[in-house]
């Protein structure tokens, strides 16, 4: 199967009622449990790469890497995303890779550290969806600022700093015409995201309710989304690892976000926790062993069970059979024509 637009795996995602992860990626491995996961829980999947990532992996490994996901699995959809794109140039250069997806993160200058203006963030998002959507690649929006720092990107500091405001939410959704917005309710990158577990105070879930309410037609987008269990964090440290006590999003105020128009969910740490867990436990357990394998296989066995948990979790389980892809000049067409125009002043005509 070709990869399939985001824009299309979230309308759908919108009709059933469920949400759908994007998993970050950085290596095969990662891609193998996250195709792993969809297969057992037949879930379509998004599958996303950062600055970071591309850079690590190098475009080219990571692409075709992706590719082979695709053609390996036929009856799962895949969408392929740019995660925290800082410019105009770099969503440019995934779409030139073939990525369906991407997201211009313009609540942040270029830099990906310094909280830009309202009206950069409009000007540089507008002038990607234009781009984009002439390709039938979907572009997804962020408005108010995440906190926390990942793979060098972010404003850092509390997810309260800069709580997304609902009105600036709704005009912007009308000047860019983005299909997915990323909100800001306190949640942030990394692991250590909440010192207890979140209450009202410290994850928004009344503003991410409210914004849904002004804007019902618009995918909403969780960043900083793992959940952190203890249980994960406890093999780490069971293991040698060090990690201080820490709280992510707990999965029930994602399932309430999901009945309130998310639609995609960001995971990262969870992963990473799972990978680490599994291979610090092969080297506590048998030192003698030196072969990559004997602890790579594990690893991704243990991403796997995350992935394949998060997509049961976020309701995705089942549904990758539900559609046939649109080809990715067809959503072009649509855009052109105004049928895909997510501009939530004409989302009564859709
Ligand atoms: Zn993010």
């Given at each position: 199967?070709?990869?399939?637009?985001?824009?299309?795996?979230?309308?759908?995602?919108?009709?059933?009622?469920?949400?759908?992860?994007?998993?970050?990626?950085?290596?095969?491995e990662?891609?193998?449990?996250?195709?792993?996961?969809?297969?057992?829980?037949?879930?379509?999947?998004?599958?996303?790469?950062?600055?970071?990532?591309?850079?690590?992996?190098?475009?080219?490994?990571?692409?075709?890497?992706?590719?082979?996901?695709?053609?390996?699995?036929?009856?799962?959809?895949?969408?392929?995303?740019?995660?925290?794109g800082?410019?105009?140039?770099t969503?440019?250069?995934?779409?030139?890779?073939?990525?369906?997806?991407?997201?211009?993160?313009?609540?942040?200058?270029?830099?990906?550290?310094?909280p830009?203006?309202?009206?950069?963030?409009?000007?540089?998002?507008?002038?990607?969806?234009?781009?984009?959507?002439?390709?039938?690649?979907?572009?997804e929006?962020?408005?108010?600022?995440?906190?926390?720092?990942?793979?060098?990107?972010?404003?850092?500091?509390?997810?309260l700093?800069?709580?997304?405001?609902?009105?600036?939410?709704?005009?912007?959704?009308?000047r860019?015409?983005?299909d997915?917005?990323?909100?800001?309710?306190?949640?942030?990158?990394?692991?250590y995201?909440?010192?207890?577990?979140?209450?009202?105070?410290?994850?928004?879930?009344?503003?991410?309710?409210?914004?849904?309410?002004?804007?019902?037609?618009?995918?909403?987008?969780?960043?900083g989304?793992?959940?952190?269990?203890?249980?994960?964090?406890?093999?780490?440290?069971?293991?040698?690892?060090?990690l201080?006590?820490?709280?992510?999003?707990?999965?029930?105020?994602?399932?309430l976000?999901i009945?309130?128009?998310?639609?995609?969910?960001?995971?990262?740490?969870d992963?990473?926790?799972?990978?680490?867990?599994?291979?610090?436990?092969?080297f506590?357990?048998?030192?003698?062993?030196?072969?990559?394998?004997?602890?790579?296989?594990?690893?991704?066995?243990?991403?796997?069970?995350?992935?394949?948990?998060?997509?049961?979790e976020?309701?995705?389980?089942?549904?990758?059979?539900?559609?046939?892809?649109?080809?990715?000049?067809?959503?072009?067409?649509?855009?052109?024509?105004?049928?895909?125009?997510?501009?939530?002043?004409?989302?009564?005509?859709?």
């Amino acid at each position: 199967m070709p990869l399939v637009s985001m824009r299309q795996l979230l309308d759908e995602a919108a009709k059933g009622g469920y949400g759908v992860g994007a998993f970050n990626v950085n290596d095969m491995e990662q891609i193998q449990a996250i195709m792993i996961a969809a297969k057992q829980t037949k879930s379509p999947v998004i599958v996303q790469a950062s600055r970071g990532a591309r850079a690590f992996a190098e475009d080219l490994y990571l692409f075709r890497l992706i590719e082979a996901a695709a053609e390996l699995n036929p009856d799962i959809p895949i969408a392929m995303h740019q995660d925290h794109g800082n410019g105009f140039e770099t969503c440019k250069s995934a779409i030139a890779l073939g990525y369906t997806s991407v997201m211009m993160d313009g609540s942040l200058k270029e830099d990906g550290k310094t909280p830009s203006s309202f009206e950069e963030n409009v000007e540089v998002t507008r002038r990607v969806v234009d781009y984009a959507h002439e390709r039938g690649v979907t572009v997804e929006g962020e408005i108010g600022v995440l906190g926390g720092v990942e793979d060098g990107h972010g404003a850092g500091g509390s997810g309260l700093d800069h709580i997304t405001d609902p009105d600036q939410a709704v005009e912007f959704a009308e000047r860019t015409g983005v299909d997915a917005l990323a909100i800001a309710i306190g949640t942030s990158h990394g692991a250590y995201k909440f010192n207890k577990k979140p209450d009202g105070s410290v994850l928004k879930m009344d503003v991410l309710i409210k914004i849904h309410k002004m804007l019902p037609k618009t995918h909403l987008v969780m960043h900083g989304s793992s959940s952190v269990p203890k249980d994960l964090q406890d093999i780490v440290n069971q293991y040698g690892g060090k990690l201080n006590p820490t709280w992510g999003v707990p999965v029930e105020e994602i399932q309430l976000g999901i009945r309130n128009g998310v639609r995609k969910i960001n995971v990262d740490t969870d992963n990473r926790l799972a990978i680490t867990g599994a291979i610090r436990k092969v080297f506590a357990e048998h030192p003698e062993k030196f072969d990559p394998r004997d602890y790579m296989k594990p690893a991704r066995e243990a991403m796997a069970k995350v992935v394949a948990q998060r997509m049961t979790e976020f309701g995705q389980a089942g549904h990758a059979g539900d559609y046939k892809p649109i080809a990715i000049e067809e959503i072009a067409k649509g855009y052109a024509s105004g049928a895909l125009d997510p501009r939530p002043s004409l989302a009564g005509a859709r």
